[in-house]
């Protein structure tokens, strides 16, 4: 069954908890999922529904569309505070990622200069050279990282990549550098009949080991907000996210931004 989110290339602009007045970019099939992790909690589903039919679009493709749409936002007077790439997958999965990143900036720069923009990375293709260099050229490169611990990793993401391991992760955003905007989604439940939790006292001790390796200058801290794949997830509390963040704070002295 088809659950895919986003039937656009460009969509939006979407108020986002995070990033405010948000114009979309999908990198990703418009009929599919393609994605490095399956995340219990993703939004678009499962990987399992296939990849579509329709592709990903070409560089090409995204630059007219993302041109086209910015002026028509502009023409009408309508705020954008940034340009957003996440959508149905992965987006550093696409072959031409760094030459649309580059193709961004430039119509950013004609339409919207005091914009943003930003990418939602799953921190799986950080040992890809021209995907970090990409990265580092926006404003917002936020790099997930939902788990310290091994086996939460495969249970919550359940990444694709055999060898994908939080050392890995941990090491590839400590090389990234002070730009890395950590972003950690928490939450617990059941999936095939095993507890699945990143909210113990034993993964936050986890996490707040690798924020302090990695040296993010920010960590985004926030939980389910839609309905999940694996429905037995539970939305954790405010006042519960508000006391993680400032363990992560008092210990590390990143900034967390909370959005529960």
Request: proline share 7%.
């Amino acid at each position: 069954m088809q659950t895919v989110m986003y039937t656009d290339t460009i969509f939006g602009p979407i108020r986002s908890r995070r990033l405010g007045s948000s114009l979309g970019v999908n990198l990703m099939p418009n009929d599919g999922k393609i994605c490095t992790f399956d995340c219990l909690y993703c939004e678009a589903g499962y990987n399992a529904q296939g990849p579509g039919k329709s592709g990903m679009p070409s560089r090409a493709t995204v630059a007219r569309l993302l041109s086209e749409r910015l002026a028509e936002l502009h023409a009408a007077g309508q705020p954008v505070d940034t340009i957003t790439f996440s959508g149905n997958g992965e987006p550093t999965v696409h072959p031409d990622f760094a030459g649309i990143i580059d193709d961004t900036l430039a119509e950013r720069d004609r339409f919207y200069p005091e914009a943003q923009v930003s990418v939602l990375c799953n921190s799986t293709m950080l040992d890809r050279p021209e995907v970090v260099e990409a990265l580092r050229r926006v404003d917002n490169p936020i790099l997930k990282l939902d788990s310290a611990i091994d086996s939460t990793i495969r249970a919550l993401d359940r990444p694709n990549r055999p060898g994908f391991c939080a050392e890995q992760v941990i090491g590839n955003l400590a090389d990234f550098g002070p730009k890395a905007i950590v972003q950690t989604l928490i939450t617990r439940g059941t999936h095939d009949g095993a507890v699945v939790d990143n909210s113990t006292p034993e993964e936050v001790d986890a996490l707040i080991e690798a924020y302090r390796r990695i040296g993010a200058r920010r960590v985004m801290l926030y939980t389910i907000d839609r309905p999940t794949p694996e429905r037995s997830l539970q939305r954790v509390p405010r006042a519960e996210l508000d006391a993680i963040a400032a363990r992560i704070t008092a210990e590390t002295g990143a900034e967390v931004e909370v959005a529960g």
